[in-house]
């Protein structure tokens, strides 16, 4: 994209003016596109730190030990990390859970990569900046180095993250049973007898480097879709044809009849209509909201993305 | 035409967004009225993030 320099100055002037102007009302919903965050991002560094929310530490070490309870507690489990990368520093925002529908042995652990992109679309709808950051994933002994395995993946795959570097975490759980949270080093936490140690790796390292790891106050941004989590598992494939093929689809997590449930708006084009689509467990139901209430569509598809399709031609004037 | 020299706000986003936009392909946003800068973006493309997922390697 080519932008004279002039151009770039007279806006600069502008913003410039835009920030001494006394701050927007509240109420006030249209702030002029003019104006611009006074802290501009940092370029990014080679990553000197991990810093976690602290709803995202207590995920990883909750769903560790849950897991380790589970029928498939000897297997190894893993999360995906998305967050923030700035500057020297890699900020963790959320995490997806590798998925019941995950190829998982003793010995290895592959995501369910469909479900968890899918995932990431509903996650990010509010929050545009979040990027993929890296990989956690379990050792069933006391390893708490990845393996020169994970080594030959990881060092192509990095190349695909901002700042072609990426943060990995090694769940292990060889601690001792004191129920005592520490961190006996810079780049290792431990609760009880499950602790997780981190590393960076960037496309040109030949090995992974410990990396010191601070909390924040913050949230797990994907710890609402939990409860959904076998409704995204299920659907993810055609909902995610629909995000691609559709504009302005949402997703949301409300109250089902029974349990939490996945709902998808997608606006029509008169302005004042919606379809929306319920899913609770394995029931399927097609509404449209219209401005005096919703009406339940007589309508029984599996396939969301035929029905979606096939509602939006009878709803077509 | 009013020329002075930026001040340091000014000079750090203007570094920031074309450095932004060379090295990591971010967006230099143009206002749509009159397609005059509006500043950089950090938002992230669905496809680069969904690709990332997607590529994760197994892990052992």
């Known amino acids: 994209m080519a932008i004279a320099f002039s151009d770039l100055l007279q806006a600069l002037k502008r913003c410039a003016a835009n920030l ?8 006030d919903r249209k702030a002029p596109s003019t104006l611009v965050v006074a802290e501009p991002t940092p370029p990014l560094e080679p990553l ?3 810093v976690l929310a602290d709803e995202v530490s207590r995920t990883l070490f909750a769903e560790f030990a849950q897991h380790r309870q589970g029928d498939r507690g000897k297997e190894e489990i893993g999360w995906d990390l998305l967050g923030l990368r700035r500057g020297s520093e890699a900020v963790v925002l959320a995490t997806l859970p590798a998925g019941t529908k995950r190829d998982a042995g003793s010995c290895h652990v592959l995501f369910d990569a469909e479900t968890q ?18 990989v956690v994933h379990t050792h069933p002994g006391s390893m708490r180095h990845p393996s020169s395995g994970d080594y030959r993946g990881d060092v192509q ?10 943060i990995f975490g090694i769940g292990t759980a060889d601690g001792s049973p004191d129920g005592v949270s520490r961190q006996p080093e810079v780049h290792r936490q431990c609760l009880g007898e499950l602790g997780f140690s981190w590393y960076a790796l960037g496309t040109n390292d030949r090995n992974y480097r410990a990396m010191p790891v601070e909390m924040t106050p913050g949230p797990d941004l994907a710890l609402a879709l939990r409860p959904i989590w076998d409704e995204l598992e299920y659907h993810a494939a055609r909902l995610d044809c629909l995000a691609r093929q559709l504009n302005r689809v949402t997703f949301d997590v409300v109250m089902g009849s029974r349990k939490q449930a996945l709902a998808m708006s997608i606006p029509l084009a008169d302005g004042t209509r919606s379809l929306r689509v319920l899913m609770e467990g394995r029931e399927i139901r097609y509404l449209v909201v219209t401005p005096d ?18 509602l939006l031609a009878e709803l077509t004037v | 035409m009013d020329f002075r020299p930026l001040n340091e706000l000014e000079r750090k986003e203007l570094v920031s967004a074309l450095r932004g936009n060379a090295e990591q392909g971010r967006a230099i946003l143009l206002d749509r009225r009159d397609t005059t ?24």
Not at chain 2, 37 to 60: K, L, M, N, Q, W
């Open chain 1, 20 to 27: 001494v102007r006394p701050p927007l009302a509240t109420h």
């Open chain 1, 48 to 50: 000197r730190r991990i």
């Open chain 1, 117 to 134: 992109g899918f995932a990431s679309r509903v996650v990010r709808q509010g929050h545009r900046q979040l990027t993929m950051l890296g």
């Open chain 1, 157 to 166: 795959w990095v190349a695909n993250l901002r700042g072609q570097e990426g």
């Open chain 1, 293 to 310: 209430g919703p009406l339940a569509a007589d309508y029984r598809d599996d396939r969301i993305d035929h029905a979606v399709f096939v």
């Open chain 2, 37 to 60: 800068f509006a500043g950089s973006t950090d938002e992230v493309p669905d496809d680069e993030v969904i690709s990332a997922i997607r590529s994760v390697p197994c892990h052992y």
